[in-house]
């Protein structure tokens, strides 16, 4: 829902609303364990490649033993959702109220509910050992961009952020490299590493899981795009 301008008293009690928001989002999700958050279209339908995709890898996630999460509405949401919580896992949604009411999907065995888009994307950031971002519009970007820049800035520390689907993000990571780093120097060489692409689901879990498995150990060699904090 968009707020108008409010008086003080209103915006103490937005205060409080916010502060709960944060309050369950941190009870509810502590004790989730490993999770991954995957991003990606509401607009991708069941018969999509992507959202096929996007079933397979959160399906080979929760066979993993990690959690999935998502914003939890349709398209790419639901088929994490549903490919997590067929595989017996944890599926996790973090619903966001919206001007034009967003459904949840049926998929989730946790489901979570915002109002505000910063609580939620601190839920998002703080419980994941991952990004895996499939495509999608603005707010998927949204997402994507975020983290890196948290990453960039070392205001969140190093995970591995996976672009799903290299005919769909190749033009985008082209531009970044050719006009970003190549023409105008705004981003160092460095700043390239902190995401990777890949196709298929293997690949994906596989990057997420060898990250996991070296926090802490000194001396691993970890897939491209991945750098130990």
């Known amino acids: 829902m968009i707020e108008s301008i409010s008086s003080p008293v ?109 609580v939620r994307k601190v839920m998002f950031l703080k419980y994941a050992h991952g990004f895996i971002v499939f495509p999608g519009g603005y707010g998927t970007m949204d997402e994507f961009f975020e983290s890196l820049v948290l990453i960039q800035t070392l205001k969140q520390a190093t995970f591995p952020v996976v672009l799903m689907c290299s005919d769909y993000w190749e033009g985008l990571t082209s531009w970044i490299k050719n006009k970003m780093l190549g023409e105008h120097k705004y981003i160092s060489p460095e700043d390239l590493d902190v995401f990777t692409m890949a196709d298929d689901a293997h690949t994906a879990v596989e990057i997420i899981r060898r990250f996991k498995e070296a926090q802490g150990r000194v001396g691993i060699d970890l897939p491209p795009g991945m750098k130990k904090t």
């Open 10 to 118: 209103q915006d103490l009690w937005r205060i409080f609303r916010v502060m709960a928001e944060f309050t369950e989002g941190f009870d509810e999700l502590a004790s989730v364990g490993p999770a991954v958050s995957i991003f990606g279209s509401a607009r991708s339908k069941s018969q999509d490649k992507y959202y096929k995709l996007a079933e397979q890898t959160a399906f080979e996630l929760a066979k993993a033993n990690f959690a999935v999460i998502t914003g939890g509405g349709g398209g790419i949401m639901e088929a994490a959702n549903k490919g997590a919580n067929n595989a017996g896992g944890q599926s996790i949604g973090l619903n966001i109220e919206l001007p034009h009411e967003q459904i949840p999907n049926e998929y989730q065995n946790l489901s979570l509910h915002f109002r505000y888009f910063f």
